[in-house]
């Protein structure tokens, strides 16, 4: 490769819900100064989202996936420390196990409030939270290319990341039953394939013209060129409740964005398979997660996902090693072999329901083990 390359810069993104330590319920409007501390020591890289329930933390631009997860360390520590003044604790899970997402309450922010009227009861289900990697990609028509291309990945991509196999106090039978909301917000799922950037922005300012969206960033797509920064990103993932699976999800995204462009340079591609086909692996990653079978598009049969896994890693070794997340990369086979925090999670509930405890109490130990995986890694256990 040469100084022309893209950067292959990379940030990462996780949203978190507040907790109340003793309830383990999720904290509906939780202290201002609460959240003024960690947008101050965080020095704005800690903000709030859609809920006031919610924070969302932010890497830099990074030139390292060590960089990374090691900034994304310690803006969770900085959350961790400051809720634990107040009796609170950040979650890394997609969804809670039995808090009501009908009595949360909205962010103070005119874009949230817009987004409730637009969206009414569609908007009041969605306490979910989600985990979003962005690579550095500073040519327009590249990074549409490349979205195409890495659509194929999507369901592999959420398969290890599933971390929402509770709603509303019920154990849903998904291992991602956040998707299932997020199915619910029109211009969400995978993307359409564009013949160019240009292509892509005469659609999207057909709707902007129409007054049908502000801007490009409501297309809430599983992969997106980023409408702030010349990034592709990729948004599919459930939040991983331990750092390190969020920072092998994350060396999975960033090698596969860089064998897609290497395979460019060689004049080859990804082949695009048809979004029916792709749909229905992303339906299997959901309900399965790393326990199910996957299409091999290719081969044209359903194979386990931890080969599938094995191959993958195969495939990116080079890339991996190129951009110095070789062992984040390999980690992938502990995942797809152990299980992601989705299973986790229902082995704590089953357990604890074995032992005689209520369904309530058993869905507590839920939140009592996301507690612990969201701190664990950064330093000091939780107070």
């Known amino acids: 490769m040469s100084r022309s390359d893209p950067p292959f810069t990379v940030g990462i993104q996780e949203e978190y819900l507040l907790v109340k330590r003793d309830s383990r319920d999720v904290d509906a409007d939780p202290p201002a100064a609460l959240l003024e501390e960690c947008a101050k020591r965080s020095g704005g890289q800690v903000s709030p989202r859609f809920l006031r329930s919610q924070l969302e933390a932010s890497t830099r631009p990074c030139r390292t996936l060590t960089e990374a997860a090691g900034d994304l360390a310690r803006l969770r520590s900085i959350i961790s420390e400051v809720a634990a003044r107040f009796g609170r604790a950040p979650i890394a899970a997609s969804t809670h196990p039995f808090a009501k997402a009908t009595r949360q309450i909205t962010t103070e922010r005119e874009q ?102 502000e801007h490009e960033g409501k297309m809430w797509w599983d992969v997106r060129p980023a409408s702030l920064h010349p990034t592709l990103e990729t948004r599919v993932m459930d939040c991983c409740t331990r750092i390190d699976d969020a920072a092998s999800v994350t060396a999975l995204t960033l090698s596969l964005i860089r064998c897609l462009y290497r395979l460019k340079l060689e004049n080859r591609s990804w082949r695009l398979y048809p979004n029916t086909l792709i749909a229905e692996n992303r339906w ?10 996957l299409l091999d598009l290719a081969r044209g049969e359903l194979i386990a996902f931890p080969q599938l896994v094995a191959e993958l890693i195969a495939l990116l070794r080079e890339d991996a090693t190129a951009l110095g997340c070789l062992r984040e990369l390999e980690h992938l086979q502990a995942i797809a072999t152990g299980g992601t925090s989705a299973h986790r999670q229902i082995k704590a509930y089953e357990q604890a329901r074995s032992e005689g405890a209520s369904g309530r109490e058993a869905l507590q130990a839920v939140v009592d083990l996301l507690i612990k995986e969201t701190h664990a890694g950064l330093g000091a256990k939780p107070e």
Request: net charge positive; charged share 25%; glycine share 8%.
């Open 284 to 293: 299997r990653a959901m309900r399965y997660s790393v326990d199910g079978q």
């Open 112 to 213: 949230f409030f817009a987004l409730a009227k637009e969206m009414q009861g569609a908007a009041r289900r969605i306490m979910i939270c989600g985990m979003r990697v962005h690579v550095g990609i500073d040519d327009d028509d590249l990074r549409v290319d490349l979205m195409n291309q890495m659509t194929y990945f999507v369901p592999h991509l959420l398969a290890l990341s599933c971390s929402s196999p509770f709603w509303d106090g019920e154990r849903t039978g998904l291992m991602s039953f956040r998707m299932t909301l997020m199915s619910s917000l029109p211009r969400t799922g995978l993307p359409e394939r564009f013949a160019s950037y240009a292509d892509l922005r005469r659609n999207l300012d057909m709707l902007v013209r129409n007054g049908m969206i």
